[in-house]
């Protein structure tokens, strides 16, 4: 079984300030890590993934994060917040080569918010 | 190349009826992946879809059920529906899921169905 936890529910920053957003995973298996943005009134969008190559991944709009195995850890950082960067953010996973075909399994969820 | 495309966008519907959603996986993907969104629950997979074959179902009741086209689009549909079907409803398409393979795992969302029941 799997399953995710993101530490803080809300999380507010300054504009230029680092951003850190918490996720621990559970997994039975070697894992996919996914984190996903939200929007008001929109779908999810893709910021990065470890699929197990690199562990330090870099995705969309200078987001990255590091993948730690002796902790569990998938925390997402970016150097400094834009306003812009205020959403929801979802930590997933899902098994890799396993048998849960299709299936991400979300932490539930951590609300950026940028003050001027 | 096209996104995941949801019809309805936006539903209201009353207790006891029942919705069929839409959704349009990105061209060449062949797996649809479909998610509930809610404020208490947040996000919980509802089904997986590839080659017409559901091959992985979450922890729903059998009033939520879905199938999927020999093109890959796919429908879900929920019966009798009740006051915490509410939600926001969350397609997603793959290539391949389950294959070792970062992207052949990476889902692409749709916009979302908001489905409003009264």
């Known amino acids: 079984a799997q399953s995710v936890t993101q530490l803080g529910s809300h999380v507010s920053v300054s504009e230029g300030a680092l951003v850190l957003l918490r996720c621990n995973y559970s997994s039975s298996v070697p894992p996919y890590l996914f984190w996903y943005v939200q929007y008001p009134n929109q779908g999810l969008q893709l910021l990065l993934k470890?699929?197990?190559?690199?562990?330090l991944v870099k995705g969309i709009n200078g987001f990255e994060a590091e993948f730690k195995k002796s902790e569990t850890s998938f925390h997402l950082t970016k150097p400094s917040a834009h306003m812009s960067d205020a959403a929801e953010y979802f930590c997933a996973v899902s098994e890799a080569g396993g048998t849960s075909y299709g299936k991400l399994t979300f932490g539930q969820g951590t609300i950026l918010t940028v003050h001027p | 190349k096209a996104g995941v495309t949801q019809t309805p966008r936006y539903l209201i519907k009353t207790r006891g009826q029942q919705v069929t959603l839409s959704c349009s996986p990105i061209?060449?993907?062949?797996?649809v992946s479909w998610y509930q969104q809610t404020p208490g629950q947040g996000l919980q997979f509802l089904f997986e879809?590839?080659?017409?074959?559901?091959?992985n179902k979450g922890n729903f009741p059998g009033r939520f059920s879905g199938r999927q086209f020999s093109n890959s689009r796919s429908e879900m549909n929920v019966s009798t529906l009740e006051l915490g079907d509410s939600a926001l409803y969350l397609c997603a398409s793959s290539l391949y899921p389950g294959r070792t393979g970062g992207e052949s795992n990476e889902q692409f969302f749709g916009p979302g169905t908001r489905l409003t029941v009264l």
């Open positions: 470890y699929t197990s190559a690199a562990t």
């Open positions: 061209s060449g993907h062949r797996s």
């Open positions: 879809y590839f080659s017409e074959t559901q091959r």
